[in-house]
């Protein structure tokens, strides 16, 4: 099993070398770079609560790439914590505050999806299926994750709503 610190190093070396390729280098060098923090925060979300939290204190990253990638992979388990830090880095100048701005609003719409390592492929799944499913395997791994996703999104409390779907997913 990778090590929490290699799968840290690689996300964030990965987003820098992303976020600085998209806006005005090299497109195919960002595309790769996307794939390796994608598979990086797929396996950090596999790692449960201390995964989830090597995610969170990203947020707190010196660069701005960092800190929107964090921001976003945290949206389903700290959505305060994402939000607030998308706020912030909407304030940055270029393409990374726009891309910031884009990313809230479309959390805000309920369209952004997430990637999921399943069957050793990567799919896009909603923040609630993402959830589910990564509640569905800490759970056979024994993992307590008790309150990490007692949050609020549009002012409802949504932890009741996860913990029946995951019901649900665990009876089929």
């Known amino acids: 099993m990778v090590e929490l610190s290699q799968l840290v190093g690689k996300y964030v070396s990965s987003a820098i070398i992303h976020g600085r390729e998209s806006w005005g280098g090299d497109h ?35 660069s701005p790439f960092v800190r929107k990638v964090a921001a976003y992979s945290i949206l389903p388990f700290d959505t305060r914590l994402g939000v607030l830090i998308l706020k ?27 990637p999921l390592k399943h069957d050793g492929k990567i799919i896009y799944v909603s923040s609630k299926e993402l959830v589910c499913s990564l ?22 409390n949504t932890l009741s709503h996860y913990i029946r779907v995951l019901r ?4 089929k």
């Open 28 to 62: 195919k060098l960002a595309n790769r770079h996307f794939k390796i923090y994608r598979e990086a925060y797929c396996d950090l979300c596999k790692m449960g609560a201390i995964g989830i939290n090597a995610l969170k204190t990203l947020t707190d990253h010196e």
């Open 88 to 114: 912030k880095v909407r304030r940055e100048p270029h393409g990374i505050g726009h891309n910031a701005g884009i990313t809230l609003s479309e959390w805000n719409k309920g369209k952004l999806r997430f």
């Open 135 to 156: 509640q569905t395997e800490w759970a056979k791994q024994g993992e307590d994750f008790g309150g990490l996703y007692a949050h609020k999104r549009h002012g409802r």
């Open 168 to 171: 649900e997913y665990i009876r």
